[in-house]
T-cell receptor
């Protein structure tokens, strides 16, 4: 079974600063995906970024980037030039790579507050 | 855009009542999921379905059942609601094919059992 650990229950940062959210996971699988999902105060969860484990290059999406360390089983999310709209719960998640019928395993989340 | 809708945003029920939570997706997705979200516990999978009339237990299925009679609709049933089932319930769906497997979530139903 897979486990996902987010050790920072809450974080806060000043607007325009950079913040890094931590995530570690445990698995015996070699092929898998990792995700960061964002849940703003309105509650609709959306995908922020994903990483395929077989790709060495770290994924980036505009101001969001990851630091994927496969050997260390670490998958942190960096938010650059943080904005008030980044205030949300952030969940790290793991999925085995399969033929489509796999499920996500989520971490416990990090509540991020961007301070004006 | 993919749209996942849930029948209620807020629901209050009494202990022992039978509760139905409905979820509908409009993108012909194969897979559908029910999670519950609790502070400090993250999202935990209750049940999922990868086809009509198919279902599989997730990590916490006790006290719940599901129904998927049509591809677009996935219902979560609490046969006899209890106070420990007070929670936020999230529905999600994904394509079930290909390698991307992004899950799309509904807005959630906050259920209170008194």
């Amino acid at each position: 079974a897979q486990t996902v650990t987010q050790s920072q229950p809450e974080m806060s940062v000043q607007e325009a600063e950079t913040v890094t959210l931590s995530c570690t996971y445990d698995t015996s699988e070699n092929n898998y995906y990792l995700f960061w999902y964002k849940q703003p105060p309105s509650r609709q969860m959306i995908l922020v970024i994903r990483q395929e484990a077989y790709k060495q290059q770290n994924a980036t999406e505009n101001r969001f980037s990851v630091n994927f360390q496969k050997a260390a089983k670490s998958f942190s999310l960096k938010i650059s030039d943080s904005q008030l709209g980044d205030t949300a719960m952030y969940f790290c998640a793991f999925m085995k790579r399969n033929f489509g019928n796999e499920k996500l395993t989520f971490g416990t989340g990090t509540r991020l507050t961007i301070i004006p | 855009d993919v749209k996942v809708t849930q029948s209620s945003r807020y629901l209050v029920k009494r202990t022992g009542e039978k509760v139905f939570l409905e979820c509908v997706q409009d993108m012909d997705h194969e897979n559908m999921f029910w999670y519950r979200q609790d502070p400090g516990l993250g999202l935990r999978l209750i049940y999922f379905s990868y086809d009509v009339k198919m279902k599989e237990k997730g990590d916490i299925p006790e006290g719940y059942s599901v129904s998927r009679e049509k591809k677009e609709r996935f219902s979560l049933i609490l046969e006899s609601a209890s106070t420990n089932q007070t929670s936020m319930y999230l529905c999600a769906s994904d394509t079930g094919v290909g390698s991307y497997n992004e899950q799309f979530f509904g807005p959630g139903t906050r259920l209170t059992v008194l």
